[in-house]
């Protein structure tokens, strides 16, 4: 996983509350290898028809790859499926900016590269005024945690071992990796001390 400190992209807005991740990745789509990518059954059910056919007004449905989305309140809740950041991801998106999100997905989605930043609801009003009822360029500094459109800037919080995480490409492996030297010193010296542990040879 490649880490990131600035992107600029295509941002869309969805205007809808408490989207979960069963609708963010319906359930039956969950048999399908990640390998194969779980881009396409990204928001299924919202983005097609009964047909299977994608619906023209949908906002993600636009000529030109989205690659950050503006969202409403409680993203992301519901079940603990990782798949549902995979499909984020497959799809391209970097970034996902709402008033708030389910904690294991936002947990998930650091893990996996994408950026879930919170802003208040009056600034996700403006940001996505900004967007001039469509869509438009929106640039991320994650290195300052800061929101640039049409000129305005919007700063967000986040949690700082999440941005470093996000910075160097880690997860919670590659976390853990970099105290690897203290581990083994912690598990010699406890060898060492309660060698009566260990079974016989």
Request: proline fraction near 3%; avoid cysteine; hydrophobic fraction near 45%.
């Given at each position: 996983m490649a880490g990131w400190t600035r992107h600029e992209g295509r941002a869309v807005h969805l205007p809808q509350d408490n989207v979960d991740t069963d609708q963010l990745i319906p359930a039956?789509?969950?048999?399908?290898?990640?390998?194969?990518?779980?881009?396409?059954?990204l928001l299924h059910d919202m983005?097609?028809?009964?047909a299977g056919v994608l619906r023209p007004e949908f906002p993600l449905n636009g000529v030109e790859?989205?690659?950050?989305?503006?969202?409403?309140?409680?993203f992301g809740t519901g079940s603990s499926r990782e798949a549902a950041v995979?499909?984020?991801?497959?799809?391209g998106f970097r970034a996902v900016i709402a008033p708030g999100f389910g904690d294991i997905f936002a947990a998930n989605a650091v893990?996996?590269?994408?950026?879930?930043?919170?802003?208040?609801?009056?600034?996700?009003?403006?940001?996505?005024?900004?967007?001039?009822?469509?869509?438009?360029?929106?640039?991320?500094?994650l290195g300052n945690c800061e929101i640039h459109a049409a000129?305005?800037?919007?700063?967000?919080?986040l949690d700082e071992m999440w941005r470093e995480k996000l910075i160097?490409?880690?997860?919670?492996?590659?976390?853990?990796?970099?105290?690897?030297?203290q581990i083994r010193t912690y598990r010699e010296r406890r060898v060492a001390d309660m060698a009566w542990l260990l079974p016989d040879d």
């Open positions: 039956r789509f969950m048999s399908t290898p990640r390998v194969q990518g779980y881009g396409e059954f983005r097609r028809d009964a790859p989205a690659s950050i989305l503006i969202a409403g309140r409680n995979y499909a984020l991801v497959d799809a893990n996996n590269g994408l950026l879930p930043a919170r802003l208040e609801e009056r600034e996700i009003t403006a940001l996505a005024g900004a967007l001039g009822g469509g869509d438009a360029r929106v640039s991320i500094d000129g305005q800037v919007f700063a967000f919080a160097r490409g880690w997860d919670d492996i590659d976390l853990t990796l970099q105290h690897a030297a």
